[in-house]
C-alpha cells in the first residue's frame, strides 16, 4: 500500500503535506505517463534529420512517383500499364488453383533465392527463342519485377561515388535505384539510335555500369541499330563496365522483326539482362527476371536473399505453367495486336486534333509514344497538364526523365491502357487544354 502511495506522488498525481494528511492533486497530469516519458514533437528522434542519406534519395524520387492522384483521370494516358482486361483472367485463377494443388506442402516453405527450378527453366527457353539470349535456367534469378532486379545491380556491384552511365534522357527508377545506392550517375545524350555510344566514349574515361534501354529507349522510343549495339559492348570492356540491359517491353513490337538483344551478342559475360512481366500481365504481378553473367550468379543470390530471401512460390510456380504451357506466347501475341490498333488510334487522334501543332516520336514499338509541343515551352508544361487535369485527362511530363533541360514541352503518352474511343476523346479534350494555355 505504501508503495502504492509513493508510486503516485511521484507521478503527480497525490499532494502530500506535513500535519495534513494527503489528497487528490489539484492540476492532475495531461496523460498517464510519467513527466519523463513523455517526448516532445520536436524531439529529434523523430526529425527525418535522423534517416539515412538513401532514405532521404528514396523520399524525392517517391515524391515524383507516377500513379498516386487522389483521383484517377477519366482518360488516363499512364504509360507502362497495360490493359488489364486483356489478361486471361480465368485461366490465371485455375493456374494458381492448380498450383496450389499441386504443392501444396512445398509453396509453404522457404525456396532457394534464385527461384523454384520450374520457373528458371521455363523463362531461359522463353528469352532464347524470344530474345535470342544466351543463358540456361543456371543463370536466371527471379525477382519482384525490374525495380528489384536494377536495385540488386546497385546494391551487388555499386559502392558510393562510383560512376554509372545512364541515358539522358532515361528510366526513372534506374536513376533512382542507383541514385539511393549512392553511385554518381553520368547522362549520356540520346538520339534516334538510342544513347549515343561515340559521345559517351568522348565524356566517360571510367564506370562501373552503363544502363541503356536499347530495344525501345525510355521515354524517346530509339530503336539501337546492330553496329551501336556491338560498339556499347567495346566501349563496355574498354572500361572495364558491365552493361544492364534493361528489355522492359520488347514482346510490343509492331513492324518487322526486332533487333537480338544485347546479351545476345556479349561474348565477355559484360551483359546483365534484366525483364519484366508486369507490363505483358498486370501492373501489380510483381514478377520479373535477371540474365546473369555466370561469374555473378552466386554474388545476386546471395544479395536477393539478404533483400527479400525469395519471390513468392505460388505465383512462381502459375507463372511456370503460364509460360511452358504456350498461354503466354498467345496472350502476347493478342495483346501485340489490340495495342498495335491503339497506338494508331493514337497516332491518328493528335494529327486530327493538332495538325502539325505536335511532333510525334514514332517508333513502332512499346506502350506509349513521346509527343512534343513546339508551341509551348518546357517551362509550360506543367500548365498544360493541369489544364488537361481539369478536364479529366491525365497526361505526363517527359522533363523529370531528363537531367537538365528538356528543350521543349513533351509528353509521354501511354495508350496501352485505354481503348480507341477513349483515346479520341481524351486527345480531343487535351487539345481543349493546349488551346487555354497557348490564348493566356
Same mark, same amino acid.
Given at each position: 500500500?505504501?508503495?502504492?502511495?509513493?508510486?503516485?506522488?511521484?507521478?503527480?498525481?497525490?499532494?502530500?503535506? =506535513?500535519? #495534513?494528511?494527503?489528497?487528490? !492533486?489539484?492540476?492532475?497530469?495531461?496523460?498517464?505517463?510519467?513527466?519523463?516519458?513523455?517526448? $516532445?514533437?520536436?524531439?529529434?528522434?523523430?526529425?527525418?534529420?535522423?534517416? #539515412?542519406?538513401?532514405?532521404?534519395?528514396?523520399?524525392?524520387?517517391? !515524391?515524383?512517383?507516377?500513379?498516386?492522384?487522389?483521383?484517377?483521370?477519366?482518360?488516363?494516358?499512364?504509360?507502362?500499364?497495360?490493359?488489364?482486361?486483356?489478361?486471361?483472367?480465368?485461366?490465371?485463377?485455375?493456374?494458381?488453383?492448380?498450383?496450389?494443388?499441386?504443392?501444396?506442402?512445398?509453396?509453404?516453405?522457404?525456396?532457394?533465392?534464385?527461384?523454384?527450378?520450374?520457373?528458371?527453366?521455363a523463362v531461359a527457353r522463353y528469352v532464347r527463342q524470344a530474345r535470342a539470349v544466351a543463358c540456361s535456367a543456371?543463370?536466371?534469378?527471379?525477382?519482384?519485377?525490374?525495380?528489384?532486379?536494377?536495385?540488386? /545491380?546497385?546494391?551487388?556491384?555499386?559502392?558510393?561515388?562510383?560512376?554509372?552511365?545512364?541515358?539522358?534522357?532515361?528510366?526513372?527508377?534506374?536513376?533512382?535505384?542507383?541514385?539511393? @545506392?549512392?553511385?554518381?550517375?553520368?547522362?549520356?545524350?540520346?538520339?534516334?539510335?538510342?544513347? #549515343?555510344?561515340?559521345?559517351?566514349?568522348?565524356?566517360?574515361?571510367?564506370?562501373?555500369?552503363?544502363? =541503356?534501354?536499347?530495344?525501345?529507349?525510355? $521515354?524517346?522510343?530509339?530503336?539501337?541499330?546492330?553496329?551501336?549495339?556491338?560498339?556499347?559492348?567495346?566501349? @563496355?570492356?574498354?572500361?572495364?563496365?558491365?552493361?544492364?540491359?534493361?528489355?522492359?517491353?520488347?514482346?510490343?513490337?509492331?513492324? &518487322?522483326?526486332?533487333?537480338?538483344?544485347?546479351?545476345?551478342?556479349?561474348? %565477355?559475360?559484360?551483359?546483365?539482362?534484366? &525483364?519484366?512481366? #508486369?507490363?505483358?500481365?498486370?501492373?501489380?504481378?510483381?514478377?520479373?527476371?535477371?540474365?546473369?553473367?555466370?561469374?555473378?550468379?552466386?554474388?545476386?543470390? !546471395?544479395?536477393?536473399?539478404?533483400?527479400?530471401?525469395?519471390?513468392?512460390?505460388?505465383?512462381?510456380?502459375?507463372?511456370?505453367?503460364?509460360?511452358?504451357?504456350?498461354?503466354?506466347?498467345?496472350?502476347?501475341?493478342?495483346?501485340?495486336?489490340?495495342?498495335a490498333a491503339r497506338r494508331e488510334a493514337l497516332i491518328a487522334s493528335l494529327r486530327r486534333h493538332f495538325g502539325?501543332? =505536335?511532333?510525334?516520336?514514332?517508333?513502332?514499338?512499346?506502350?506509349?509514344?513521346?509527343?512534343?509541343?513546339?508551341?509551348?515551352?518546357?517551362?509550360?508544361?506543367?500548365?498544360?497538364?493541369?489544364?488537361?487535369? %481539369?478536364?479529366? /485527362?491525365?497526361?505526363?511530363? =517527359? !522533363?523529370?526523365?531528363?537531367?537538365?533541360?528538356?528543350?521543349?514541352?513533351?509528353?509521354?503518352?501511354?495508350?496501352?491502357?485505354?481503348?480507341?474511343?477513349?483515346?479520341?476523346?481524351?486527345? @480531343?479534350?487535351?487539345r481543349r487544354g493546349w488551346d487555354r494555355v497557348t490564348t493566356q
Amino acid at each position: 500500500m505504501l508503495l502504492a502511495y509513493d508510486q503516485l506522488l511521484a507521478e503527480g498525481y497525490l499532494d502530500s503535506a =506535513v500535519g #495534513s494528511g494527503t489528497f487528490v !492533486a489539484a492540476n492532475l497530469p495531461d496523460d498517464g505517463l510519467p513527466k519523463s516519458r513523455q517526448r $516532445p514533437s520536436s524531439d529529434p528522434a523523430a526529425s527525418p534529420h535522423a534517416v #539515412s542519406r538513401a532514405a532521404v534519395a528514396a523520399q524525392a524520387a517517391f !515524391a515524383q512517383a507516377v500513379g498516386f492522384r487522389g483521383q484517377a483521370p477519366t482518360y488516363d494516358f499512364q504509360y507502362g500499364v497495360p490493359n488489364v482486361l486483356d489478361f486471361p483472367h480465368e485461366l490465371w485463377r485455375r493456374l494458381l488453383i492448380s498450383a496450389a494443388r499441386r504443392r501444396s506442402a512445398k509453396i509453404l516453405a522457404y525456396a532457394h533465392p534464385s527461384g523454384v527450378p520450374e520457373l528458371r527453366e521455363a523463362v531461359a527457353r522463353y528469352v532464347r527463342q524470344a530474345r535470342a539470349v544466351a543463358c540456361s535456367a543456371e543463370n536466371i534469378l527471379i525477382v519482384n519485377g525490374s525495380q528489384q532486379a536494377l536495385d540488386l /545491380v546497385a546494391r551487388t556491384l555499386c559502392d558510393p561515388g562510383d560512376r554509372v552511365v545512364i541515358e539522358n534522357p532515361h528510366y526513372s527508377g534506374a536513376r533512382n535505384a542507383f541514385s539511393v @545506392a549512392g553511385a554518381s550517375l553520368v547522362p549520356v545524350p540520346v538520339d534516334r539510335g538510342g544513347l #549515343s555510344v561515340e559521345t559517351g566514349e568522348q565524356i566517360v574515361s571510367d564506370a562501373k555500369l552503363i544502363y =541503356v534501354t536499347p530495344s525501345h529507349q525510355f $521515354p524517346t522510343g530509339a530503336i539501337m541499330p546492330l553496329a551501336r549495339r556491338i560498339a556499347l559492348l567495346n566501349w @563496355a570492356e574498354a572500361l572495364g563496365a558491365y552493361v544492364v540491359e534493361d528489355d522492359y517491353d520488347s514482346e510490343f513490337r509492331y513492324l &518487322g522483326r526486332p533487333i537480338e538483344a544485347v546479351q545476345a551478342l556479349d561474348t %565477355k559475360g559484360r551483359v546483365i539482362y534484366v &525483364g519484366t512481366l #508486369s507490363k505483358t500481365m498486370f501492373p501489380s504481378f510483381r514478377m520479373g527476371y535477371m540474365v546473369l553473367p555466370t561469374a555473378l550468379v552466386e554474388a545476386f543470390c !546471395a544479395m536477393k536473399y539478404v533483400n527479400d530471401r525469395h519471390s513468392a512460390i505460388l505465383q512462381q510456380q502459375a507463372l511456370a505453367m503460364f509460360l511452358s504451357e504456350g498461354h503466354f506466347e498467345r496472350h502476347v501475341r493478342r495483346s501485340r495486336v489490340r495495342n498495335a490498333a491503339r497506338r494508331e488510334a493514337l497516332i491518328a487522334s493528335l494529327r486530327r486534333h493538332f495538325g502539325d501543332r =505536335v511532333q510525334i516520336a514514332d517508333e513502332n514499338s512499346g506502350l506509349h509514344l513521346l509527343v512534343w509541343f513546339p508551341d509551348l515551352t518546357a517551362q509550360e508544361t506543367p500548365a498544360l497538364a493541369q489544364a488537361a487535369e %481539369k478536364l479529366g /485527362v491525365g497526361v505526363y511530363s =517527359v !522533363a523529370p526523365y531528363f537531367i537538365g533541360d528538356p528543350g521543349g514541352c513533351g509528353l509521354v503518352l501511354g495508350y496501352a491502357a485505354l481503348e480507341p474511343p477513349g483515346i479520341d476523346a481524351g486527345i @480531343a479534350l487535351l487539345r481543349r487544354g493546349w488551346d487555354r494555355v497557348t490564348t493566356q
